[in-house]
């Protein structure tokens, strides 16, 4: 199986400052077909997850532009250029490059 | 506006078997897979089953921790997939949800309690 592993697993970010979250595979998200299967979703107190990013950079219909992705193969970011009060929750990486689809752990973000 | 929900959790014994439903609309049903995935009480997110939309053709998919337990089917005619689950543990406890895809868009989810 395919194993992300997620970094910080928390984080506490000042109003309009910029926060960056870290996702490792322990392997290549890079398909046969040429995309690479990695989501982003963020899951907001006492909510179901929304997906921010599908294949690594690409934001899904209704995202703030604020979201971005990046990365390639076995390493990737989600960054929020300028955080607000509405981005607390908790964000997942997830492959679907192969089953078992697999998640990171998770990383918590909170307002200061 | 795409929307799903997730109906049938509550509490159940060990041993003992539930289904829960996914109701689906605002899209074309058949054209989409259903995943399910679940969470338990203050963990992460967990894929546990998929099922392929016509015209694919190919056997459904299962996380190792419900293969053999669990089975995930679709009743295209009337936009619902469902989620037997049997031979139920504890550590079953969760909130299960049902997706579009393999997450695009997400039911609120239902609370399933194994607990003697």
């Known amino acids: 199986d395919i194993v992300l592993t997620q970094t910080p697993l928390s984080l506490s970010v000042t109003p309009e400052q910029p926060a960056s979250i870290s996702c490792k595979s322990s392997q290549s998200l890079l398909s046969n077909d040429g995309k690479t299967y990695l989501y982003w979703f963020l899951q907001k107190p006492g909510q179901a997850p929304q997906v921010l990013i599908y294949e690594v950079y690409k934001r899904f219909s209704g995202v703030p532009e604020r979201f971005s992705g990046s990365g390639s193969e076995t390493d990737f970011t989600l960054e929020i250029s300028r955080v607000e009060a509405d981005d607390v929750g908790v964000y997942y990486c997830?492959?679907?490059?192969?089953?078992?689809?697999?998640f990171g752990g998770g990383t918590k973000v909170e307002i200061k | 506006e795409v929307q799903l929900v997730e109906s049938g959790g509550g509490l159940v014994q060990p041993g003992r078997s539930l289904r829960l439903s996914c109701t689906a609309s605002g899209f074309t049903f058949e054209k989409h897979a259903i995943s399910w995935f679940r969470q338990a009480p203050g963990k992460g997110l967990e894929w546990i089953a998929f099922i392929k939309s016509k015209p694919h053709t190919g056997p459904t998919e299962y996380a190792a921790s419900v293969r053999g337990r669990f089975t995930i089917s679709r009743d295209d005619s009337n936009g619902v997939a469902y989620l037997q689950m049997d031979s139920l543990k504890t550590e079953d406890t969760a909130k299960y949800y049902c997706?579009?895809?393999?997450?695009?868009?997400w039911g609120q989810g239902t609370l399933v309690t194994v607990s003697s």
């Open positions: 997830m492959h679907t490059l192969q089953f078992p689809v697999t």
């Open positions: 997706a579009r895809d393999v997450g695009t868009f």
